[in-house]
């Protein structure tokens, strides 16, 4: 690693439990040269932030005008919150899961990581191919 150019991969396969999807995608991704990879990583990058931005949109929509209605709803005296209901339902689910996210996924992050620090190209190009497909 003396020169800047060279980077170590890390071969996330052994990482990956048998028979799933990901260890047949990342193991061709793993062995194929940095242009190979920068195409991989910008094109699915690209795919994704689109995808996120096209569902984000349509929730936002969504959850805009649930909210416009039931107020609408709560003004004209047709439902009643009872909002420390509410917020100690939300409180118990917030709760429940920081519990689980706390047991899963510090193994995910740390493997997610170590992906990304180890095969820069792929990971450069996977955010920045994000970014542009997010921004459509």
């Known amino acids: 690693m003396d020169e800047i150019g060279e ?32 195409l991989v990583g910008g094109v699915s990058g690209w795919c994704t932030g689109m995808l996120i931005s096209k569902a984000g949109k349509i929730a ?9 209605l039931l107020q609408v709803a709560h003004h004209q005296d047709y439902v009643k ?11 118990k689910a ?12 510090p193994s995910f992050v740390s493997t997610t990581e170590a992906l990304f620090k180890n095969n820069i190209v792929f990971a ?6 994000f970014l542009m497909g997010f921004s459509f």
């Open 81 to 91: 919150f009872n909002w420390n209901k509410i917020e100690d339902s939300i409180q």
């Open 7 to 38: 980077h170590e991969q890390m071969d996330i396969i052994r990482y990956v439990p048998e028979h799933q999807w990901i260890k047949d995608v990342f193991q061709d991704v793993i062995g194929m040269s940095a242009t190979k990879q920068s």
């Open 124 to 129: 450069s190009m996977f955010a920045g191919g």
């Open 94 to 105: 917030g709760r429940s899961i920081m519990k689980e996210t706390k047991k899963t996924c």
């Open 60 to 68: 936002a929509a969504t959850m805009g005008t649930t909210i416009l």
